[in-house]
């Protein structure tokens, strides 16, 4: 009987069976507790018959739903009875212990996840006492906002040091055993319910007592072991557009806290002495810092899809500025600069070692210039700004300047996100047309709410170890000429470089190079003068940038090596396994159904989408163009057929199994191109750039064979990018090129179909893209019979015979008339 069985269905018999028994085998604990009430189960009566419950699910058994549906009715009113009447620590303790291993199944808890549940769960977890703790942090061992900054120009200041003063500083967890049991059911609650995130916003809005609850998680938010708590919470929290996430960014409190909390996990990083620390004890200071990435992340996010409001200190723009306000934006415009307009030149790169307007000597005369009437100061220009990107979208009338902090302000936040409710990601298509960026990026006014946070979140990016495995930094310098295979990047860098991807390309323009995209991080020293090197180049990220993504494309599609089982695409393929040669596309390395298309394409998303916000800058675009497309490029074989990085890009930019990557490419390479179809098309070859192209809806004719440079030599084919070899130049003029056999042609026409079936079940083309479809509908295009061939072969064997007869008539009149005239 059990050899019959699959084994899926043999798990299933187990999972009954064991199920079955742990019902019949209820602990005695389980009826005792029942039995009782809620007063009595929440007083020292029920502390027993509590403490066995515990015990027993500690070991394994697992209730039935309906055991669990009656648990939680009666143990959330015990719990809040302890509570009010101070019943024995060890008691409230098994209580919250008890909801929260309950709570580990959606299935009869359900309770747990409407308004009575979460607000006893909020009650429980000491939220409004964490709110009346006093500050942390306000000895002399707190480091300022600035202090990351500061320390990396202190030479005189030992590491160590540093790494000491921030772990003393971190705050102790404050929290009681019982709370902690009854914040992580809560959080449980709200993993496993999406419904409760619904409905937990308007939890906490309807306290009283000036939402003590939210000001108590944001107070945990830098304690060492309920940060992980309360960053999981409000990550949770932040999920959906709230008027809550308004409150958060306004008030300041929570930004400030992940910028501290940030900084002082970076100076413990500096110091090799006190690093281990880092990772130890459960949760960890890394595990802390994950949960703030993604809870920046998020509350950046669903601040970018709320209507905007202007923060505070900006001033209100006057009825006339709007029409002003393109003028004033487009005057210092640093974004999508052809090469002749970005300051370099042709032949060499950008001078790294030239200060910006915006530098360290120039800051102080520039904030007195700002106080003057009239001065472009940032805050005077990112309005300006963000008028005229926005247009009607962010007219005066609807954002109101910001006194304090309130929640009138944010309510105004959450009621409509802008653009739609939906928390969906626009489609590549649509994407594509925005070329400033996604919809969901913040503006330069609300990116002034979350600036504390750039340069921490910056330099976790560029100097974290890149990979799981690192030991140490690895060096940028090398990065782009030796590249190591990354086959597990950091989750701490990778979460640091999807929260950067909120702030928008202009921030460029709203501080200068205080919070810049190019910035060296540490700051680079000139060796010629010493001074600190400014802009330029691609900075710190864009190495980091290059290094990952060259690192993961080595580590999943190397390009010194083959697939070693090709992929079928015919039922010819499988009968005769294609022979593949190196370097191979993405999508032949990527196996079929296992997860790992979306793995990778989950990790170079965002290295492209950060990639391409830098190409929209002049310096960093030149130097792009320089590393991976130089003057002397080796057109001696096709683009995608390089085992270099610009290869890779070329091979990625036609994957289909990738498609936020391959999105990301395509816009990454066509701001190099200064954003030219035909630039595009000579660069990287017609036949690269064509699918690109056309899904913006820019698609050129293909241009003709051209010669280099005008001058003699081989000629460059534009459909593939390299020269033309003399035998296949000698071909194309002779065009002596062997005419296609009956076989090849149906082999190629059976890929053809096989290849447009798959984009079209993968939703990559509509269904009247497919020429198949068209063809059907056109009536060119039908199903084969034997009678139908027959048919056709008769029609074609009588057309020969005429053909024959009227050459043999014709044959025979010339002869004719030959005699004559010789007669």
Same mark, same amino acid.
């Given at each position: ?8 269905q043999?798990q299933?018999?187990?999972a009954r ?14 009826d005792a507790?029942?039995?009782l009430s809620?007063d009595q ?14 015990q ?14 009656k648990?939680?009715?009666?143990i959330l009113p015990?719990a809040s009875?302890a ?9 409230l303790?098994?209580?919250?212990t008890?909801l ?9 808890t ?7 549940g979460?607000a006893?769960l909020?009650?429980l977890g ?6 009346d703790?006093p ?5 002399d061992?707190?480091?300022?906002p ?8 202190d ?10 003063r ?6 102790e967890?404050p929290?009681s055993p019982p ?5 992580r059911c ?22 009283t007592?000036q *939402?003590?609850?939210?000001?108590? @998680?944001v107070?945990?938010?830098?304690c ?11 990550f ?20 400030l806290?992940?910028?501290q ?5 970076l100076a413990?990083?500096h110091s090799e ?6 990772t130890?004890?459960?949760?960890s ?8 990435l ?10 970018s899809?709320?209507p905007?409001v202007?923060?505070? !200190?900006?001033d ?8 002003s ?5 487009s005057?210092k415009?640093r974004f999508?600069?052809p090469?002749e307009?970005?300051?370099a030149?042709?032949?060499s ?5 030239a200060a910006d307007?915006?530098s360290?000597?120039g800051?102080a005369?520039?904030?007195a210039a ?8 940032p805050?005077?220009?990112?309005q ?5 990107v926005k247009?009607?979208t962010?007219?005066?009338g609807?954002?109101?300047p ?5 929640l009138?302000a944010s309510?105004?936040l959450?009621t ?7 928390a969906?990601?626009a489609?590549?298509?649509k ?5 400033g ?6 503006s330069l006014?609300a990116a002034?709410l979350f600036l504390?946070?750039f340069?921490?979140?910056l330099i976790l990016a560029v100097?974290?170890?890149?990979a ?9 310098s ?6 190591q295979?990354?086959?597990d990047p950091?989750?701490?860098v990778?979460a640091?470089l999807n ?7 202009e921030l ?10 190019l910035q060296?991080v540490p700051?680079r020293i ?8 400014r802009g ?6 864009g190495e980091?940038l ?5 690192g993961?494309c ?6 010194d090596?083959a ?15 294609r022979t593949l040669?190196?370097?191979? !596309?993405?999508?032949e390395w990527i196996p ?17 989408l950060?990639?391409?916000k @830098?190409?929209?800058l002049g ?6 163009r320089?590393?991976l497309?130089?003057p002397?490029l080796d ?5 995608d057929? *390089?085992?270099?990085?610009? !290869?890779?890009?070329?091979r ?13 490419v395509g816009?990454f390479?066509?701001n ?12 990287i070859?017609? !036949?690269?750039a064509?699918?690109?192209l056309?899904s913006?809806g ?11 440079g005008g001058?003699?030599?081989p000629?460059i084919n534009?459909i593939?990018?390299?020269f033309?070899?003399?035998?296949s130049?000698?071909a ?10 009956e076989?090849?042609k149906e082999?190629?026409a059976?890929?053809?179909?096989t290849?447009?079936e ?9 269904t ?12 060119r295009?039908?199903?084969t ?5 027959a ?5 074609e064997?009588?057309e020969r015979?005429?053909e024959?007869?009227?050459e043999?008539?014709l044959?025979?009149w ?10």
């Amino acid at each position: 009987m059990a050899a019959q069985l699959s084994p899926a269905q043999l798990q299933a018999l187990m999972a009954r069976l064991n199920h079955q028994g742990g019902t019949a085998s209820s602990p005695p604990s389980l009826d005792a507790a029942l039995k009782l009430s809620p007063d009595q189960l929440g007083s020292a009566q029920g502390s027993s018959a509590v403490a066995q419950l515990v015990q027993a699910l500690s070991q394994g058994f697992d209730p039935s739903p309906e055991q669990r549906r009656k648990l939680v009715s009666a143990i959330l009113p015990a719990a809040s009875f302890a509570l009010d009447h101070a019943a024995p620590p060890p008691h409230l303790l098994h209580l919250c212990t008890l909801l929260k291993l309950v709570g580990r199944s959606p299935a009869g808890t359900e309770e747990l996840a409407r308004t009575d549940g979460l607000a006893a769960l909020v009650r429980l977890g000491g939220l409004a006492r964490a709110a009346d703790l006093p500050p942390a942090g306000e000895g002399d061992s707190a480091p300022t906002p600035s202090s990351t900054r500061d320390d990396e120009q202190d030479d005189d200041d030992d590491p160590a040091a540093k790494a000491a003063r921030a772990l003393s500083s971190l705050e102790e967890d404050p929290l009681s055993p019982p709370e902690q049991e009854a914040l992580r059911c809560l959080a449980n609650t709200l993993t496993l319910h999406p419904s409760a995130r619904e409905v937990f916003p308007d939890v906490l809005l309807a306290e009283t007592d000036q *939402h003590a609850a939210l000001r108590g @998680l944001v107070r945990l938010l830098g304690c060492k072991g309920a940060g992980f708590l309360a960053g999981r919470l409000l990550f949770l929290l932040t999920s959906r557009p709230s008027e809550l996430v308004g409150e958060l960014a306004l008030e300041g409190e929570c930004v400030l806290v992940m910028q501290q909390f940030a900084e002082r996990y970076l100076a413990i990083y500096h110091s090799e002495s006190h690093r281990p620390s880092l990772t130890a004890g459960t949760p960890s200071l890394d595990d802390i810092l994950r949960e703030h990435l993604k809870l920046a992340y998020n509350l950046m996010l669903q601040y970018s899809r709320a209507p905007p409001v202007v923060p505070e !200190g900006f001033d209100k723009p006057s009825p006339s500025a709007g029409a002003s306000a393109g003028a004033a934006a487009s005057g210092k415009k640093r974004f999508r600069r052809p090469r002749e307009k970005s300051g370099a030149s042709n032949s060499s790169s950008p001078d790294l070692g030239a200060a910006d307007d915006a530098s360290d000597a120039g800051s102080a005369a520039a904030a007195a210039a700002a106080s003057a009437p009239g001065a472009k100061s940032p805050r005077s220009l990112a309005q300006k700004v963000v008028d005229a990107v926005k247009g009607s979208t962010s007219t005066p009338g609807a954002s109101s300047p910001v006194g304090s902090p309130s929640l009138g302000a944010s309510k105004e936040l959450g009621t409509q996100p802008a653009g739609s409710s939906s928390a969906a990601p626009a489609e590549p298509s649509k994407a594509a047309a925005t070329e400033g960026g996604s919809s969901d990026s913040l503006s330069l006014t609300a990116a002034q709410l979350f600036l504390p946070l750039f340069r921490p979140y910056l330099i976790l990016a560029v100097s974290l170890p890149p990979a799981v495995t690192s030991s140490s930094p690895a060096s940028s310098s090398s990065s782009a000429t030796s590249p190591q295979p990354i086959k597990d990047p950091s989750p701490v860098v990778r979460a640091a470089l999807n929260t950067l991807l909120n702030f928008p390309v202009e921030l460029e323009e709203l501080s200068g190079w205080s919070t810049s995209w190019l910035q060296y991080v540490p700051s680079r020293i000139s060796p010629d003068d010493g001074t600190v090197l400014r802009g330029g180049g691609i900075g710190s990220l864009g190495e980091r940038l290059v290094e990952l993504l060259h690192g993961v494309c080595e580590a999943y599609f190397p390009a010194d090596r083959a697939p070693p089982s090709p992929k079928a695409y015919s039922a010819r393929d499988r009968d005769e396994p294609r022979t593949l040669v190196p370097p191979c !596309g993405p999508d032949e390395w990527i196996p079929s159904g296992e997860g790992e298309a979306a793995k990778v394409d989950e990790i170079l998303g965002p290295v492209m989408l950060l990639l391409r916000k @830098l190409s929209m800058l002049g310096e960093a675009q030149f130097v792009f163009r320089n590393v991976l497309f130089p003057p002397d490029l080796d057109r001696s074989t096709p683009i995608d057929r *390089h085992p270099s990085l610009a !290869g890779h890009l070329v091979r990625l930019l036609s994957s289909i199994l990738l498609p936020n990557t391959s999105f990301g490419v395509g816009e990454f390479l066509y701001n190099l191109c200064d954003r030219s179809p035909e630039q595009l098309s000579r660069t990287i070859g017609y !036949g690269n750039a064509s699918g690109f192209l056309q899904s913006r809806g820019e698609l050129i004719p293909p241009p003709p064979h051209e010669d280099d440079g005008g001058q003699k030599g081989p000629r460059i084919n534009p459909i593939t990018g390299a020269f033309d070899s003399p035998s296949s130049a000698a071909a194309a003029d002779d065009d002596d090129e062997p005419p296609m056999s009956e076989e090849d042609k149906e082999r190629e026409a059976e890929r053809l179909y096989t290849l447009f079936e798959r984009l079209q079940r993968t939703g990559v083309i509509s269904t009247p893209a497919n020429p198949v479809e068209q063809a059907r509908a056109q009536g060119r295009f039908e199903e084969t019979s034997e009678e139908r061939e027959a048919e056709r072969e008769r029609v074609e064997r009588e057309e020969r015979e005429l053909e024959q007869e009227v050459e043999r008539d014709l044959r025979e009149w010339k002869e004719r008339r030959a005699r004559r005239v010789e007669s």
